[in-house]
């Protein structure tokens, strides 16, 4: 049944590029030749007063850094946010569902918070998170949608250790924007 691959949708792609992200953030391991799994993580800003739409940050991680991002997390981060998700989300069954009505389109699968089941229309900030493989994104219980409430929520449960090292990864990679203080948490979901 899964993972289903599909091509990766340009909601995903690099906003200076305009093309899939092509190397891993973290050790600019190539991506797109098929033989490395990884994460896809865009944040998005809504102003509605301006009727404007911004990226706010867009990066890949291969796998292993992404593991690595992951066991930096406090076990107490970890269990929190595991627990959380839990509580709210049955990742399985929107996966069964979703595939069950034959969608292969990944936009059906981000058009709603997959926590509060708020459309994206409705959310001032949000954030994309996809798996994929050379230039293909994998349908597993990914890709997904989490909107400003949602990881508001997990923001909350993190630990100051694991704040620390999330602030440490934007600022080292991403730069000490501003804009990405409150937003960025890194890859929580996957």
């Known amino acids: 049944m ?11 792609y690099s906003v200076e590029t305009e093309e899939p992200i092509s ?5 600019e391991t190539p991506l797109l030749d098929g033989s490395t799994e990884y994460l896809i993580e865009k944040g998005y800003r809504r102003y509605e007063n301006y009727d404007v739409e911004e990226t706010v940050f867009g990066y890949a ?3 292993d850094c992404h593991m690595t991002m992951r066991q930096s997390f406090s076990d107490e981060s ?5 627990s959380y998700l839990s509580d ?9 569902t979703l595939l ?6 990944p936009e059906d699968w981000t058009r709603r918070c997959v926590v509060h089941d708020t459309p994206k229309a409705d959310l001032r900030e949000y954030q994309l998170l996809a798996h994929c493989r050379g230039k293909k994104m994998l349908l597993t219980h990914l ?3 989490i909107g400003g409430p949602a990881i508001d929520d997990l923001a909350r449960r993190l ?3 694991t704040l620390d090292d999330l602030g440490g990864f934007r600022d080292e990679h991403l730069g000490p924007s501003p804009e990405l203080e409150r937003d960025l948490q890194g890859p929580v979901l996957a």
């Open 78 to 82: 970890k269990r929190r946010c595991q």
């Open 159 to 161: 630990s100051d250790e």
């Open 2 to 12: 899964f993972p289903i691959p599909v091509p990766i949708p340009e909601s995903f």
């Open 143 to 145: 890709p997904l949608l």
């Open 61 to 63: 991680l291969c796998m």
């Open 100 to 105: 069950a009505a034959e969608s292969a389109d």
């Open 88 to 96: 709210h989300v049955d990742l399985p069954k929107r996966a069964t």
């Open 23 to 27: 190397t891993c953030l973290v050790c």
